[in-house]
C-alpha cells in the first residue's frame, strides 16, 4: 500500500526520488522519507510526517545530493503515523525501504535485544534493518545476507536495502507486494507500482514471488527463492506518463469519475465487432473453459466486490449460470466447497490485493476449471498468475476512491457474459440484447454527469448529516452498497446499504428526521415493490432522496426528493446509476474539506491483508 522507489546512477537522484514519491502518494501518506549516500559517502537520511511536499520542504533546506538512494510514502501498519516511524529505517550502516507487515517482529526482536539491537521505532520494518545488520557482521556479501534475512522472515515484503559500504549496488526482494525494476542507459530504478518510473523509464521488469534483485547502475541481476539465477522478461510499458496529471479537473476523483464514458467507449470499441462481443485475448483454446463452466465464484473486496455482486445478478437471471460472490479475505480462510466446474474470477484494480491474491493462488490447490482475472494493471501479480486475463484498460485510477475501475469491470463482465452465452449456444438475442445496451453506455454516462451541478447543490442538505441508509433492489442493491461505500470513504459519514426489503428487519428502527435515505429506484419490473419500502420511511419520518426515471404521483411531497435521472437501459442501469451517488459523494467531501482523493486512513492497493 506505500510506495517505494529506489535509483541507482550516474547523475543525482534526489529529485528522481522525490518526484517518483509524488506520482506514489496515493498508496501511503500518513510520513514520507528518503536515503542517500552522499558524495562523502554518508548516508543523508530525511524522514517527514505527512504528506511528500513536507519532504519536499526539507529537501530544498538542505544540501542534498548523490547518485544512489531509497525513498517511500508510508501507510503505517505498526506504529502511529510518526517521524520516527516513517521510512527509511537504518541499523548502522543499513537503511531499507518496505512494504507490507513482518508478522514475526517480535520474537526476531527478542534475539536482536540480546545481541544489544534497540528499536527506536514501533515499526516491524526496522527490525529488518538491524537482523540484515546483525547477519552481515556473520561475514558474506551483501546479496549473501540479504539471502540469509529473507527465510527468516513470515508476512510479506516488498523491500529495497541500502548498504552505505557498496554505494554501486541496491537489493530489492519481494514476497506478497510488488516491485518493479526500470531499465535504463547506466543507471536502473525500482518502485512498488509501474507510475513511479514511468517519466523516467518504460522498460519495466517485474520481479516475481520469492526474487531477490540485485541492481547496479549497469546491471541487474535475479535470483528466485532457492537462489537461482533467473531471467524475467523485460515489457515496454505502454501507460503514458502524463496520463498520470489531474489535467483540467480539481481533483484525482473528479477526472477519473468524467472519465468513465471515454475509457468505456475505448474498451467497448476495441471489444464490440460486427455486433458480436471480441474477446481474442482470451485465446481460442481458453474459450472452451467459459463454454463448460457450471458456476461462477467470483472473488473481490471492496469496490470491486460489489461489482461482483452486480455480476451475480446478471449471470443468474440473464444466462441461468449460478454464481456465488465472496469477499476475498473470507474465502481464503474458510476452507470453501468448490461446486461442480465452476469457474473462478477474481477482480482487482491493482491486481496486487493481497486477499485476492492470496484466494487465486489458494483456488490453484482446489478443483476449479480455471481463472479469470479483471484488472486494471498489466503486469500485477493477478495478471500474471490467472489463466485467462480480461483488462480492463481504464488507465491509472490514482484517487483512492475507484470509481472507473467499478463502471469498467461491470462492463467486461457484461461482455463477458454476452461471450459465454454465445459459447454456450443459448438465444443470440442475449448478446445482441447486451451489445445494443453497450453501444449507448458512454452517451448515457454522459447524460448523467450531466447532473453534476444538481449533485453539487444536493450535496449542502448532507454535510451536517452523520448517518445515511441506502436502499436499492435486484441489480440496484450493489449499487446502493456501492453508493454508500463511497460516502464512508470520502464524505466520513457512516453508511449503510440494505437490500430495500430488508428495511422492516431492523434499520426501520432507524428513521427519523436526521436520517437521509438514499433510494436507487430505477423503472423496473422491482419499482412498486420500491415504492412499498419509501412509503414505510416516509410514513416514520425519514426524508428520502429517490434516483430514479420514474414518476412519483404522490400528494404530500414533503421530505421527498425525487432526483429524477434519465431514462438507462434495463441491463445497464446498474453502471449508469453509480455515476450520479459518485458525483454526490465528491461534492459532499468537498464541501466538507475533506481530502477528496486521500481519504484519511485509506490507501490505494491494498497489499496487505
Ligand atoms: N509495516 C510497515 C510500517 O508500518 C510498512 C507499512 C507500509 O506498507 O507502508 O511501517
Not at 470499441?269 to 458480436?276: A, E, Y
Not at 475507484?402 to 459459447?423: D, E, G, W
Not at 454456450?424 to 452517451?443: H, Q, S, T
Request: proline residues 3%.
Amino acid at each position: 500500500m506505500c510506495g517505494i522507489i529506489g535509483a541507482i546512477s550516474y547523475r543525482n537522484i534526489v529529485d528522481i526520488l522525490l518526484d517518483g514519491l509524488r506520482r506514489l502518494e496515493y498508496r501511503g501518506y500518513d510520513s514520507s522519507g528518503l536515503a542517500i549516500v552522499d558524495i562523502h559517502g554518508q548516508v543523508m537520511c530525511l524522514r517527514r510526517l505527512g504528506g511528500v511536499q513536507n519532504l519536499s520542504d526539507a529537501v530544498e533546506n538542505t544540501i542534498l545530493s548523490g547518485t544512489i538512494g531509497i525513498a517511500h510514502t508510508r501507510w503505517a501498519t505498526h506504529g502511529k503515523p510518526a517521524e520516527i516511524n516513517a521510512h527509511p529505517h537504518t541499523s548502522s550502516d543499513i537503511s531499507i525501504v518496505h512494504n507490507g507487515i513482518i508478522e514475526n517482529y517480535q520474537s526476531i526482536y527478542k534475539q536482536l535485544r540480546e545481541c544489544g539491537y534497540i528499536c527506536s521505532s514501533e515499526t516491524d520494518t526496522e527490525v529488518v534493518a538491524h537482523l540484515v545488520d546483525w547477519e552481515g557482521k556473520q561475514g558474506g556479501s551483501f546479496l549473501e545476507v540479504v539471502q540469509r534475512v529473507l527465510p527468516r522472515l513470515r508476512g510479506t515484503y516488498g523491500m529495497v536495502i541500502l548498504d552505505r559500504r557498496m554505494p554501486d549496488r541496491l537489493i530489492a526482494a519481494r514476497s506478497g507486494s510488488p516491485l518493479v525494476i526500470g531499465c535504463s542507459i547506466g543507471e536502473n530504478f525500482i518502485g512498488s507500482d509501474p507510475i513511479a518510473l514511468l517519466p523516467i523509464t518504460r522498460r519495466l521488469i517485474y520481479l516475481e514471488e520469492g526474487d531477490i534483485a540485485q541492481i547496479t547502475a549497469s546491471s541487474i541481476m535475479i535470483f528466485d527463492r532457492c537462489g537461482n539465477s533467473v531471467q524475467r522478461s523485460e515489457i515496454l510499458s505502454n501507460i503514458r506518463h502524463d496520463s498520470v496529471n489531474k489535467g483540467v479537473y480539481h481533483h484525482y476523483m473528479q477526472k477519473e469519475i468524467y472519465e468513465q464514458s471515454t475509457v468505456i467507449k475505448k474498451r467497448l470499441q476495441g471489444c464490440l465487432k460486427n455486433n458480436k462481443v471480441d474477446f481474442s485475448e482470451l485465446g481460442s483454446k481458453n474459450e472452451i473453459l467459459l463454454k463448460n463452466l457450471k458456476h461462477i465464484q467470483i472473488v473481490a473486496c471492496g469496490t470491486s466486490y460489489n461489482a461482483g455482486m452486480v455480476a451475480r445478478y446478471w449471470f443468474e437471471s440473464l444466462i441461468q449460470v449460478p454464481c456465488d460472490v465472496e469477499i476475498a479475505s473470507e474465502f481464503r480462510y474458510r476452507q470453501p466447497v468448490v461446486r461442480h466446474n465452476s469457474f473462478l474470477i477474481t477482480l482487482s484494480q491493482s491486481g496486487e490485493t493481497a486477499d485476492t491474491l492470496a484466494a487465486l493462488r489458494l483456488s490453484k490447490t482446489m478443483r476449479y476449471l480455471g481463472s479469470l482475472a479483471i484488472c486494471n494493471v498489466p503486469g500485477s501479480s493477478l495478471v500474471r498468475e490467472s489463466d485467462l486475463v480480461l483488462m480492463t484498460q481504464a488507465g491509472p485510477e490514482i484517487g483512492v476512491a475507484s470509481t472507473k475501475s467499478f463502471t469498467t469491470q461491470l462492463t467486461i463482465l457484461l461482455m463477458l457474459l454476452a461471450k459465454i452465452s454465445y459459447l454456450k449456444g443459448m438465444k443470440p438475442d442475449i448478446e445482441r440484447n447486451i451489445v445494443e445496451a453497450l453501444k449507448v453506455l458512454p452517451y448515457r454516462i454522459d447524460q448523467m454527469l450531466l447532473k453534476n451541478d444538481f449533485m453539487a447543490d444536493l450535496a449542502k442538505d448532507f454535510i451536517n448529516k452523520e448517518n445515511a441508509l441506502f436502499l436499492g433492489r435486484g441489480t440496484q442493491y450493489p449499487i446502493a452498497m456501492e453508493g454508500a461505500l463511497k460516502l464512508k470513504e470520502i464524505s466520513y459519514i457512516h453508511a449503510e446499504a440494505y437490500a430495500a426489503g430488508e428495511l422492516k428487519h431492523g434499520p426501520l428502527a432507524l428513521i427519523d428526521d436526521n436520517m437521509p435515505v438514499i433510494v436507487v429506484a430505477p423503472d423496473n419490473d422491482l419499482l412498486e415493490k420500491i415504492k412499498s419500502n419509501i412509503e414505510e420511511v416516509r410514513a416514520r419520518g425519514g426524508s428520502l432522496y429517490i434516483f430514479t426515471n420514474a414518476q412519483f404521483c404522490v400528494l404530500n411531497i414533503e421530505n421527498m426528493h425525487i432526483i429524477s435521472i434519465p431514462y438507462v437501459e434495463a441491463i445497464i442501469t446498474p453502471i449508469a446509476y453509480i455515476v450520479p451517488l459518485q458525483l454526490l459523494s465528491y461534492h459532499i467531501a468537498l464541501l466538507k474539506g475533506n481530502n477528496v482523493d486521500q481519504p484519511r486512513n485509506l490507501a490505494k492497493s491494498v497489499t496487505v491483508e
